[in-house]
């Protein structure tokens, strides 16, 4: 294990019983609470201790201390060793006897309370007294947020002013929500505020849940001002005329909303009205809303609200900024502008605690087996709240593994997300897996960036992510604020390029062989597939012709073996011959001709 080199300044030790790891952690945050307001420096008290023979304190997924830990380090010195990037002056730990006996007393959602070692302490928002509103500390304070994450703290203290364009680039998971917010509403309280009906902030995002997502961490942020400021949300899949009525007839000072139907709803002239104040365009997840997807309608959105030259503030965060981001910034971001970043130039960009595996199995019909195995090998592992997303690659798809794995594991609370659910079912889900404390998520990207679902301890991923950074979103659904997570691709053998090619990701082969178990799996496995629709079954297997033509070179594949390997994945779904396929589909796939291929129609008339 390699530790940080920095010098630490050790003023004081104090000694506790080695079996209790909580009391331990527990006594140096009381000390380190006690110490806050007399040092002028930020100061830190540290928790180590022997770890138990096979593994460590597992920080507070709430585990009991002394199971083993299965990444295989010792988390305790870990975290102590990651924080001892900061100085230690605390003159002296309290007793044990005052330490509070409930460790749950001690106040939540800290990232200093985080054994993981991943997120370093950052200094308190105490310590903003002054630069930024007190009624907003009040509300980082109840929302937990005691002390900056290192993307908060360099973005508060390094802007040349709260309202200079920025590009900034930290892990995922790591607090980059608030890290835009606080500065962006801090400008509007000092004196920036618009005139009631106006927005004076927008967020731009990709998807409807990460929009509701950030609201809802605004509406923390704020909740303290003696003068309400709303933040309002627009995306697609709900009604536009009433998001249009509630925004017209609101105080939407905020606005966070998704391309398409801001672009939409900015095409009322008095919806433009409402944006002549704006104050600051935060482009969230900006490598992704800056692609050829969203590129047209972000354009179209900055033509239609006051222009850059009139002075209001970009600012641009995400967890990957590809090269190629820097030459499309320039549509929010004037030159000059600053650019912020918590990772090192040779750092894998992925969280250097989430050990990253893949499993490589050598026809795709085994590839649901190689699923089932690794759920229940991961499960016997570490079976206490038990919670994992699983990505596929399309939508139906993902409806496929859910109405399998729904059968094949009906012991656990299984839930879906994709686009083809209706809004309010995808709103409804998103809550509940927020709150669930077990459970398998089966997603497709909808949730791939920005999503943070407290807990999850597994993401595993079936298939080729669209794109490298793709990948490393969707690792980030783990190990978020300070946690502890693994991640786990399955590929059949044309796919393992993508572990080959890139050779910046820690991605290491599973260490447990499951192929001894994939045999004794068919039969459970074939059983479940006779449980699940046939139109299910059809449309994945469209689905996978979809997807994986747009990957044909990389597989190695021509058409014709692309539909070889989707009628072997037919097959291995139980179905007695390929799934129809309408001739008019399969002009669109570019798949004209190809043999192996059932043209018809599936519609009973
Ligand atoms: N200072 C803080 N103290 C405690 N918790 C925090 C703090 N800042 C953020 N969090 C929590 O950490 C989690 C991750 O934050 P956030 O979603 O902003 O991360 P992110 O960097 O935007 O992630 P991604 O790259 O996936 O979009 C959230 O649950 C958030 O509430």
């Avoid at 991961?378 to 596929?392: H, L, N, R, S, T």
């Amino acid at each position: 294990m390699k530790f940080p080199s920095t010098t630490v300044h050790l003023r004081s030790l104090q000694q506790c019983p080695a079996s209790s790891p909580f009391s331990l952690l527990a006594a140096s945050r009381v000390c380190n609470q006690l110490t806050l307001p007399l040092c002028a420096r930020y100061s830190t008290c540290y928790a180590m201790s022997h770890a138990p023979k096979r593994g460590g304190f597992r920080g507070n997924r709430g585990r009991h201390p002394h199971r083993p830990n299965r990444n295989g380090a010792n988390l305790s010195t870990q975290a102590a060793a990651a924080a001892f990037d900061q100085p230690m002056i605390a003159q002296e730990a309290l007793p044990l006897s005052a330490v509070p006996q409930n460790v749950q007393d001690m106040p939540k959602r800290s990232f200093s309370d985080m054994a993981g070692g991943e997120v370093k302490l950052g200094k308190p928002y105490s310590s903003m007294a002054g630069q930024l509103d007190k009624a907003l500390l009040e509300g980082l304070t109840k929302m937990g947020f005691e002390y900056m994450t290192p993307v908060q703290e360099k973005v508060l203290s390094e802007l040349p002013t709260l309202s200079s364009d920025c590009l900034v680039q930290a892990k995922t998971g790591t607090g980059k929500t608030a890290a835009f917010l606080l500065p962006a509403i801090q400008n509007l309280l000092k004196g920036n505020m618009p005139a009631r009906g106006r927005v004076g902030i927008l967020v731009l995002c990709p998807t409807r849940e990460l929009a509701l997502q950030i609201a809802k961490e605004c509406d923390g942020i704020t909740a303290c001002l003696p003068r309400r400021m709303e933040c309002h949300t627009a995306f697609g899949g709900t009604a536009r005329a009433s998001t249009l009525n509630k925004f017209l007839r609101g105080d939407p000072t905020i606005l966070v909303a998704t391309p398409g139907r801001l672009d939409d709803i900015l095409g009322e002239e008095q919806v433009r009205d409402r944006f002549q104040s704006i104050q600051t365009v935060v482009l969230d997840e900006a490598d992704r809303m800056l692609d050829q997807g969203f590129a047209p309608q972000i354009n179209s959105i900055l033509r239609r609200i006051p222009p850059k030259r009139d002075g209001w503030q970009g600012m641009c965060f995400s967890a990957t900024l590809p090269e190629r981001v820097n030459d499309v910034v320039k549509c929010v971001l004037f030159p000059g502008y600053t650019s912020l970043s918590t990772i090192d130039r040779n750092e894998a960009p992925t969280l250097d605690k989430v050990p990253q595996f893949a499993i490589t199995v050598p026809s795709i019909q085994q590839i649901f087996s190689a699923l089932y195995a690794l759920i229940q090998h991961e499960y016997e592992q570490d079976p206490k709240d038990f919670k994992a997303i699983v990505f596929g690659t399309t939508a139906n798809g993902v409806g496929l593994l859910y109405d399998v794995f729904k059968v094949l594991l009906p012991q656990f609370q299984i839930f879906e997300l994709h686009s083809r659910l209706s809004q309010s079912t995808r709103t409804s889900t998103t809550n509940r897996f927020k709150d669930a404390t077990s459970g398998i998520l089966f997603a497709s990207d909808v949730v791939g960036r920005g999503m943070d679902f407290p807990n999850v301890g597994l993401v595993i991923q079936l298939g080729l992510p669209s794109a490298t950074e793709q990948y490393i979103h969707r690792v980030g659904r783990t190990a978020r604020a300070g946690k502890d997570g693994r991640a786990v691709m399955v590929l059949f053998e044309n796919e393992a390029f993508f572990v080959h090619t890139n050779k910046t990701l820690p991605i290491k082969p599973y260490p447990f062989d499951i192929s001894a178990t994939l045999n004794q799996h068919y039969p459970t496995i074939e059983k479940a597939f006779t449980r699940v629709d046939e139109e299910s079954k059809a449309k994945a297997y469209q689905a996978f012709l979809g997807y994986n033509k747009t990957y044909l070179k990389k597989l190695r594949l021509d058409t014709k073996g692309l539909v070889q390997l989707a009628n072997q994945y037919a097959e291995s779904m139980g179905c007695p011959e390929p799934p129809l396929i309408e001739k008019r589909t399969v002009g669109k796939m570019g798949l004209k001709g190809v043999p192996g291929l059932r043209i018809g129609s599936r519609r009973e008339d």
